[in-house]
């Protein structure tokens, strides 16, 4: 089809929305709109400037024969930051403290506004990581897994508590839990992850990190590598965590004598302060 | 900030794309660009005319004083066709087949490029149903949920076997598994669904359909009502199903004695006939 420059903005943008971390030849417009790669690479410098001074995302072209355009999304500062502000004041809600020090976060999580838009923060961080997959464990982490696995066009493993008849043959292994201290096992299906896969381990919620340790342990009996961990909300605690390196959103506190909670920014805030334009170049 | 026709086109087409089923109204955009409505109303035109000879979407304008637009994803018949016969030739392995007639399918449910794409498919069957929620049962069916969620702009409720301590006070119900006749229970937390919530049932596959019914009767227990209900796979079976007036993108029959399956369009295919342009018109 042959389109006006305007009609090829709409669509060129769409597509690349569409196809994230994903090389798209030159040729690939050129043919598609009839016109010349010229025009195409034109369009394709209105759509970076625009990306890039909007920060949702990258526009890395690659020139030559085998030159193409990859759109990396992710997220700037000014909208992070207006995200977790927003998470915090949903969150520091008196009624969502349940009995244990849990809280109830089941309505933000079920909402895909959050969902994605928390997906898409977390992609920015690991935008430069080369991810193969998004490991998660079942169940509430599992939107999330796919919102960040959605940004980076990668698979998304989910780990069980048990052998299911659905999954084929599997690998167990088990682990202690970091706050109840109990052995718990952890099965993910043999065909769901290569040797040296690059993982990108992500969970909705982190006490002493116990199932996030399982997680990285999983990994490595696949012979696979874990290339990051992110956690939406981890609890603060007087214990020292089981994992470090991991990416937290926000930081939980909770006073169980006197039912309160607090919420911070967690350990992402670092992560923040890079302009997206500067983020793996 | 100031922008050109074509800056303003990547940046409303993102946007849009980013904000579907909600009323945006034209003054956000005149606003955001510091231009007249009338050259957002011609940008609009633009996108529309995009929108719909790509058959990604309907633009519905709304004009007045009130008046705004909305996006309202959907797949048209060519790639909901490819789509179809892309997923059929992935499922029709025999090395997929397990011992019970179930279908290792976890590798398809865990690529986010088919379950967005068989999202979008779902939600444009469901495009004028004028949702509240998206309804799902753990595990399998999560992501699902949330890619027809995220098209529709509405929140996923997640129905589990048993209540957790996360999750507050619950409602259960007990319920006839189709298949293996056993009673089993399914749990939804009490503040996830309100009154009157016009609910979409999702699931990856069914067998007799114990389970959708289950989550029917779920949902009227809570005073909400069934807007309609989805499959992935639908199973071939001798029996009649529990429920009806379900949406199936694929048939699966299988043959134990001869440890062969095939694949076949589910009846979504009589949904794949209209034009985007006709659909809610």
């Known amino acids: 089809m042959k389109l006006k420059r305007s009609s090829r903005l709409v ?11 994903q090389v798209i030849p ?15 690479s034109e369009d394709l410098t209105i759509i970076k400037e625009n990306f890039e001074s909007q920060e949702i995302g990258q526009l890395q072209t690659q020139a030559g024969a085998t030159g193409g355009v990859c759109y990396m999304p992710c997220m700037g500062c000014t909208e992070a930051n207006q995200l ?3 998470l915090q004041s949903q969150i520091t809600q008196k009624e ?34 080369k991810l193969d997959a998004v490991m998660t464990m ?16 990668v698979p998304v493993v989910v780990v069980r508590r048990s052998s299911k008849v659905t999954e084929g043959s599997t690998v167990s292994i088990n682990y202690i839990s970091g706050s109840s ?25 982190m006490k002493a990190g116990g199932t996030m340790k399982g997680m990285m342990n999983l ?4 012979g696979a590598e874990v290339a990051g961990m992110a956690v939406f909300v981890e609890k603060n605690d007087e214990r020292p965590k089981l994992v470090d390196q991991y990416v937290s959103l926000l930081k939980l506190s909770i006073l169980e004598q006197e039912d309160t909670l607090t919420i911070e920014n967690g350990n992402v805030a670092k992560w923040l302060s890079i302009p997206v334009s500067q983020i793996s170049e």
Chains 1, 2 share one sequence.
């Open 26 to 40: 030159l040729s690939y417009f050129s043919e598609r709109y009839e016109s010349a790669k010229s025009s195409i």
């Open 181 to 205: 201290k109990r052995i718990q096992t952890m099965v993910l299906p043999r065909r769901s992850l290569k040797e040296h896969a690059r993982v990108l381990i992500v969970d909705d919620f």
């Open 11 to 21: 669509d060129m943008t769409e597509y690349l929305l569409r196809h994230p971390h």
């Open 96 to 129: 969502r403290l349940l009995p244990g020090g849990y809280l109830y976060m089941t309505d933000i999580l079920g909402k895909p506004d959050y969902i994605n838009a928390i997906g898409r923060l977390i992609a920015s961080v690991f935008i430069d990581k």
């Open 219 to 222: 990994t490595k009996e696949f």
């Open 84 to 86: 977790l502000s927003d």
């Open 138 to 153: 079942e169940t509430k982490g599992i939107p999330l897994a796919y919102a960040v696995a959605s940004q980076c066009s």
